[in-house]
């Protein structure tokens, strides 16, 4: 059982339509699990009307994906912060796919493949700008421009526990190293005195 984890706004959950077809391949020789650690309601418009149920819109961007052989497929949790850690940690591997033909989500900083480092998941990411660099920063090469690779860099984290491992421990101590709160208090420090 391979269990993936991913965790974000309702409304990036449309990055799983690109995704959804890297799912389909991999389970049919995988018992691969999606967890997803969302809001389960979700506000429209401005966040103000009307609501949104994000297990029918799960169901409905992942299609016929989202129960194979009569099983389901993703289970879903509501976003806490007592629980987050909790989910996230007991999952294999995070996941963060991204439509990269959308400006906005090309342009969305490291921060949450940081969060996922920071607690040591190897994670997966779509190739933007940020995800990109602090990859390369670190000597990982887990960010995917097209399905093709999301189907082949996943299989490889998903086969070889080794590799799961290097990545989970390359990316903590690379988050705790560069993205501690010492490393942020010396940048503010260094700006404050290059003012004065």
Same mark, same amino acid.
């Given at each position: 059982?391979?269990?993936?984890?991913?965790?974000?706004?309702?409304?990036?959950?449309?990055?799983?339509?690109?995704?959804?077809?890297?799912?389909?391949?991999?389970?049919?020789?995988?018992?691969?699990?999606?967890?997803?650690?969302?809001?389960?309601?979700?506000?429209?418009?401005?966040?103000?009307?009307?609501?949104?149920?994000?297990?029918?819109?799960?169901?409905?961007?992942?299609?016929?994906?989202?129960?194979?052989?009569?099983?389901?497929?993703? *289970?879903?949790?509501?976003? %806490?912060?007592?629980?987050?850690?909790?989910?996230?940690?007991?999952? &294999? @591997?995070? !996941?963060?796919?991204?439509?990269?033909?959308?400006?906005?989500?090309?342009?969305?900083?490291?921060?949450?493949?940081?969060?996922?480092?920071?607690?040591?998941?190897?994670?997966?990411?779509?190739?933007?700008?940020?995800?990109?660099?602090?990859?390369?920063?670190?000597?990982?090469?887990? *960010?995917?421009?097209?399905? %093709?690779?999301?189907?082949?860099?996943?299989?490889?984290?998903?086969? &070889? @526990?080794? !590799?799961?491992?290097?990545?989970?421990?390359?990316?903590?101590?690379?988050?705790?190293?560069?993205?501690?709160?010492?490393?942020?208090?010396?940048?503010?420090?260094?700006?404050?005195?290059?003012?004065?």
């Amino acid at each position: 059982r391979v269990n993936l984890v991913w965790e974000g706004l309702p409304s990036n959950v449309e990055g799983f339509s690109k995704f959804k077809d890297v799912l389909i391949k991999l389970r049919n020789k995988y018992p691969i699990y999606l967890h997803i650690i969302t809001d389960l309601l979700h506000k429209k418009y401005l966040n103000r009307i009307g609501r949104t149920d994000m297990v029918r819109e799960v169901e409905k961007t992942l299609g016929a994906t989202s129960h194979l052989n009569s099983e389901t497929i993703f *289970y879903m949790y509501q976003w %806490n912060l007592d629980t987050f850690s909790h989910i996230a940690t007991a999952c &294999d @591997i995070a !996941i963060i796919p991204l439509d990269t033909n959308n400006f906005l989500h090309r342009g969305k900083p490291e921060n949450k493949l940081l969060l996922f480092w920071r607690m040591g998941i190897p994670t997966l990411t779509s190739s933007t700008p940020a995800y990109s660099r602090a990859m390369d920063a670190c000597g990982l090469d887990l *960010y995917c421009e097209n399905k %093709n690779e999301w189907i082949e860099k996943l299989e490889r984290v998903i086969v &070889d @526990i080794d !590799i799961r491992k290097n990545a989970g421990l390359t990316g903590k101590q690379h988050a705790d190293t560069h993205y501690s709160e010492k490393v942020y208090l010396e940048k503010w420090d260094r700006l404050f005195e290059s003012v004065l």
